[in-house]
């Protein structure tokens, strides 16, 4: 499966922002998925997860209540939508998927990978 994240961008403390993944190649709902975030020097760490029907999902701590991961089968998309975003959520973010039907939260799980979308939260 190919992934294309898209919608990072500049956006202010407070603001939101909702990031899209599109799948294509095999049938979206083989796979659970994932959104994953990296900033500079630091690891790639999991931001949410979904499995393959969207009815079980996970969050890191340090995003819960502000960001809400849901995925559209029929138009083989993933979302992430993020509020109330703060300077700390700056980073690469990169969608991912896994060929399973269960919440994955590991990045080493994860087989495919988005090319990585940039998010800067500044005032």
């Known amino acids: 499966v190919q992934l294309q994240a898209s919608g990072g961008g500049l956006v202010q403390p407070g603001g939101s922002l909702r990031l899209s993944c599109a799948a294509s190649?095999?049938?979206?709902?083989?796979?659970?998925m994932g959104w994953f975030r990296q900033a500079p020097g630091k690891e790639r760490d999991v931001v949410a997860a979904?499995?393959?029907?969207?009815?079980?999902?996970y969050y890191a701590d340090s995003v819960k209540g502000r960001f809400t991961i849901s995925r559209d089968n029929a138009d083989d998309t993933l979302y992430l939508q993020r509020n109330v975003l703060k300077p700390e959520d700056t980073a690469v973010y990169y969608c991912?998927?896994?060929?399973?039907?269960?919440?994955?939260?590991?990045?080493?799980?994860?087989?495919?990978w988005g090319q990585g979308t940039q998010v800067t939260v500044s005032s």
């Open positions: 991912a998927a896994v060929g399973t039907v269960g919440l994955v939260q590991s990045a080493l799980k994860y087989r495919y």
């Open positions: 190649g095999r049938p979206f709902s083989n796979y659970a």
């Open positions: 979904i499995n393959w029907s969207g009815r079980s999902t």
